[in-house]
């Protein structure tokens, strides 16, 4: 008899103790880090990870794989990752992080790590908003938005409208970088463009992943609030492979 991911066409997870979770209730963080060790345990790569972890709700990462763990500071998971890659360039390398570390602090870091097609995989959290310090607007905020930093909707006038990550990205990455975008809805998916940014970054380039997840705690939605709220994300922030533009490389 198939098991229940075997009949949805997911691996199985080989090496899974349950433990209570550390997120709020209802965080889509909890399923990443879920799927996202599936993958590292289908591809048989417990050994060979790294990953390092910004600060804000990616930190609790650390309780939930037994593989090496480097914390780091906010908006620094990819600088460090590309700098322990270097050192070690046998270690599979993964910096993961919310979309404030990665699009404002940290926005210059990932933007040359795909320039230089650095051998890494970053794995990018967009819930809209600085999720662990309580929700205030985020450059992937929707024009808008609540937050609590914009109690009467973020002004897209001032602030810019919803900020393209991965779209930005694929402008300075080379032909052979990974880009692609996921969503906690859609968690087959999510593990197969988890593993080909991995084996992307085992081919020597760089790869990156955004997933789209949900924050009912900061969002103050119910269950049903939450995923309505992730199909309108899904519609502003298109899920799937990010396609490069064709390019005329020397």
């Not at 550390?22 to 990953?51: A, N, R, W, Y």
């Not at 859609?186 to 197969?192: A, F, S, Y």
Request: proline fraction near 5%; hydrophobic fraction near 40%.
């Amino acid at each position: 008899m198939k098991t229940q991911n075997e009949q949805f066409g997911m691996p199985n997870c080989l090496n899974v103790i349950s433990k209570p979770s550390l997120f709020c209730p209802g965080c889509g963080e909890s399923m990443i880090l879920k799927h996202l060790g599936c993958v590292i345990d289908h591809e048989k790569l417990q050994s060979k990870i790294t990953l390092a972890i910004d600060i804000g709700c990616t930190l609790l990462s650390w309780n939930y794989f037994n593989f090496d763990i480097i914390q780091t500071h906010h908006g620094r998971s990819v600088p460090v990752s590309v700098g322990y890659k270097m050192a070690n360039n046998k270690r599979l390398v993964i910096a993961l992080m919310g979309d404030g570390g990665a699009y404002a602090i940290g926005l210059q870091s990932l933007l040359h790590a795909s320039f230089r097609n650095d051998p890494i995989l970053a794995i990018v959290i967009n819930n809209t908003e600085y999720s662990m310090t309580g929700g205030q607007m985020a450059p992937t905020s929707l024009p808008g938005e609540i937050t609590s930093t914009s109690p009467l909707g973020k002004n897209a006038s001032i602030f810019g409208p919803a900020f393209h990550g991965p779209e930005l990205v694929k402008q300075v990455s080379g032909s052979k970088s990974f880009i692609a975008r996921a969503t906690v809805s859609n968690p087959t998916m999510m593990e197969t463009v988890m593993t080909k940014a991995i084996n992307t970054q085992l081919g020597g380039n760089f790869s990156m992943v955004e997933i789209l997840s949900i924050c009912p705690t900061n969002w103050k939605t119910d269950a049903k609030e939450s995923f309505d709220f992730l199909s309108k994300l899904e519609k502003i922030y298109p899920v799937g492979e990010i396609v490069k533009k064709e390019k005329n490389e020397k």
